[in-house]
């Protein structure tokens, strides 16, 4: 394997012109970097930064307005074909063939790459040694779960053997055993093959895994080095404050992001809450935000490097909170959400298996599991979208197996992918959607400035809904879907994919909505946002392995030596011992 950098860039310039804007949009501006080989590296940045369209150009799938790009030795503007010849390439929607199997797929991949007959043998048979796809060779890829279908999509990347491999954010909408599973083939490909990847990342505890780490904003790159670089600027800022008995952890949370003049950035974690304060922030305005909370400083993370150095960009502040015009009235204790001996069956496969639980108003609520584990079965029959085989399920006062209708007006949801019209303009899709939950002049209109304002979409209301970066997308949706102010918030996995930045600016405003009233049933696959919930379930196989607050969760887990568990090992110890046992009782059958 050559010393020579993997992919070289000088002076790289990409805009796009867009339906409606005079001005193209600048995707990339003078980025220069180098990419070294035989080693892992990470492109992160929040939403439009300029990530995909760097490893598009990589690519040769576009070509640059300015500057040089060379991949491999080779210029690959000049030659996107001999670059193709010689790397791979995953982006965000790999595209697989759902009726075919997974060895179809795998030899369609084949045939495309000219992969000879002699060499698919044993490509093949280490491909699914590693991805663990063995068993499922017949299994059309359509029956595969997320995180299998993600496994095949990397294995059909890999069917030749590269000398880069390009991958887009391979683990959006993967639950965290699969994510593991995943960043194990890729270490493992590094490690054993020398391969160069270059990954692009929400994750920034998977960009500390990486040799190299490529900051990127507004398409320009803002630093580039070792993991421990970046964590660096975060030395000596980093706390951990555990909030008084009976406040929840979101809300100490929220009250010290609320002041950035004191403090760059807060998460709950671990039932605590884990904070950077400014490098010159006042120290007792930030004893203020505490109110009498001790904090305790731990170790940086590239995450809180990741921070500090965003937040000093310009327009990567924090917003302000959500605040919900009406608030829901709620009584002590009470439950809008009540589920009993809840089933749903697929002909022979029963996807939900006799689920038990209540949700009460102002709750968040959250749903984790698996991909194929059975919660978006569950969030589904709660919202009205798909009828319960059996069982008892009433929501906002009725009974979804009778007048699922009726409840709807009285909820509001946010699926996981963009579900809105994206040939039409914010405005339109507002106006669109309003109508269809019943509102209507002074009153729609009233709604509508009101979202807009709410979520930033200010002089965006003109854009193509379709055209908008991710993160203006899920505003986007999340606006239509609080527009007739509904009494409970459906929200399916609605950060996947999205960075740090949008993530805090997502859950600053879900908990000013619970604070108003509304309640919320979030799934989601990231286990730091297990912690701004007030109790959580986690689902395999159908079936209920744990519910409770997420300090009881945590309980739960296998602790390991020297360290407090967090929701990740939670996550994934209760669901591997709830397979282990299932594997020992099928075994003893």
């Keep these: 394997m050559s010393d020579s950098p993997a992919l070289v860039a000088q002076g790289l310039h990409k805009r796009f012109a867009v339906k409606g804007k005079a001005a193209p949009v600048v995707a990339l501006q003078d980025v220069s970097l180098a990419v070294p080989s035989g080693a892992l590296s990470a492109f992160v940045g929040p939403d ?13 799938l576009l070509r640059p307005d300015e500057g040089s790009l060379q991949v491999l030795g080779i210029d690959v503007a000049r030659e996107p074909q001999a670059v193709q010849d010689r790397i791979s390439y995953m982006p965000q929607r790999f595209g697989l063939y759902e009726d075919l199997s997974v060895q179809e797929n795998l030899d369609l991949y084949a ?51 590269p000398q880069l491999l390009l991958l887009d954010e391979p683990t959006v909408g993967v639950d965290p055993l699969s994510r593991r599973e ?27 895994r990486c040799a190299q780490v490529f900051v990127m904003h507004d398409g320009q790159l803002l630093s580039q080095g070792p993991p421990e670089d970046l964590r660096a600027r975060a030395d000596g800022l980093c706390f951990v404050a555990r909030a008084p008995e009976g406040t929840p952890a979101r809300t100490l949370q929220a009250r010290l992001l609320d002041d950035p003049s004191a403090v760059v950035d807060a998460v709950p974690e671990g039932g605590d809450v884990r904070f950077i304060r ?65 089933v749903r069956r697929f002909g022979d496969f029963t ?32 919202c009205g979208l798909l009828p319960a085989s059996s069982g008892f399920l009433q929501v906002a006062g009725v009974n979804l197996r009778h007048a699922r209708a009726q ?47 709410e979520f930033d979409l200010a002089g965006q209301e003109e854009a193509t809904s379709g055209q908008l970066p991710g993160g203006f997308k899920q505003r986007l949706a999340m606006a239509t879907g609080l527009l007739h102010e509904p009494e409970i918030l459906f929200l399916d996995e609605p950060t996947s994919g999205t960075d740090a930045l949008a993530r805090r600016e997502f859950w600053r405003r879900i908990t000013a909505l619970a604070a108003a009233g509304v ?21 395999d196989a159908g079936k209920l392995l744990a519910i409770g607050t997420p300090q009881e969760v945590r309980a739960k887990a296998q602790p390991t030596p020297g360290r407090r568990p967090n929701m990740e090992d939670a996550f994934i110890g209760i669901v591997s011992q709830a397979r282990a046992q299932a594997a020992g009782q099928g075994a003893a059958a």
């Design 48 to 60: 439009g930064a300029g990530k995909t369209t760097l490893l598009r150009l990589a690519a040769g």
């Design 111 to 161: 045939d495309l790459h000219g992969v000879p007959a002699d060499m698919r043998r044993e490509r093949y048979a280490r491909l699914l040694e590693m991805t663990d796809l063995g068993r499922f060779t017949s299994r059309p890829a359509g029956k595969l779960s997320g995180g299998m279908k993600q496994k095949l999509g990397l294995a059909c990347t890999l069917v030749r053997s």
């Design 182 to 208: 995943l960043w194990q083939i890729v270490e493992q490909l590094v490690q054993q093959e020398r391969l160069s990847v270059v990954v692009s990342t929400a994750y920034l505890d998977e960009a500390e």
């Design 278 to 342: 400014q490098p010159k922030g006042d120290a007792a305005a930030l004893d203020v935000l505490l109110q009498g909370a001790t904090a305790e400083p731990v170790p940086a993370r590239l995450e809180d490097g990741f921070m500090v150095l965003l937040r000093g960009q310009a327009g990567a502040a924090q917003s302000p909170p959500a605040v919900a015009e009406q608030a829901h009235a709620a009584e002590p204790g009470e439950v809008v959400i009540e589920v009993r001996d809840l």
């Design 351 to 382: 996807a939900v298996a006799s689920t038990s639980f209540q949700v009460r108003r102002g709750e968040i609520f959250g749903l984790l599991g698996p991909n194929g584990a059975g919660k978006t079965t569950t969030f589904r029959m709660l």
């Design 407 to 453: 409840a709807r007006s009285r909820i509001g949801y946010v699926s996981q992918k963009f579900a809105l019209y994206g040939n039409l303009t914010v405005a339109e899709n507002l106006s669109f959607f309003g109508g269809a939950y019943g509102l209507r002049g002074d009153k729609l209109r009233k709604r509508m400035r009101a979202v807009v304002d």
């Design 519 to 539: 309640t919320v049933i979030i799934t989601t696959h990231f286990m730091e946002e297990a912690e701004y919930c007030d109790r959580i379930v986690i689902q």
